[in-house]
Nanobody, 117 residues
Framework: QVQLVESGGGLVQAGGSLRLSCAASGIAVGIYTMGWYRQAPGKQRELVAGITRGGSTNYGDSVKGRFTISRDNAKNTVYLQMNSLKPEDTAIYYC???????????WGQGTQVTVSS
């Protein structure tokens, strides 16, 4: 019943921008902690950005100042605005929703982001 669907990935040149979307159904993004994670080949899955129910945000060190997470509760969608993209940002990006009191921990299928040099 819960589904997270990422979109917006693709190929972009270094220095460019891309906006990822995570459309949620079965949960309300406004009451979950929502996050973006990424995984590159041969590397661990890492936190990119997160946003709590109260609106607090946090970012991985490698993306601070370049990426911004936001949500639109009316659209039940979470976004990741990515600016000044670098080749090392190349990865599969996953959307996550978490609520310990439900409990709930859900993942999308991922969307590929490739940044060329």
């Amino acid at each position: 019943q819960v589904q997270l669907v990422e979109s917006g990935g693709g190929l972009v040149q270094a220095g460019g921008s891309l906006r990822l979307s995570c459309a949620a159904s079965g949960i309300a993004v406004g009451i979950y902690t929502m996050g973006w994670y990424r995984q590159a080949p041969g590397k661990q899955r890492e936190l990119v950005a997160g946003i709590t129910r109260g609106g607090s945000t946090n970012y991985g060190d490698s993306v601070k100042g370049r990426f911004t997470i936001s949500r639109d509760n009316a659209k039940n969608t979470v976004y990741l605005q990515m600016n000044s993209l670098k080749p090392e940002d190349t990865a599969i990006y996953y959307c996550n929703g978490y609520q310990p009191t439900n409990p709930g921990n859900y993942w999308g299928q991922g969307t590929q982001v490739t940044v060329s040099s």
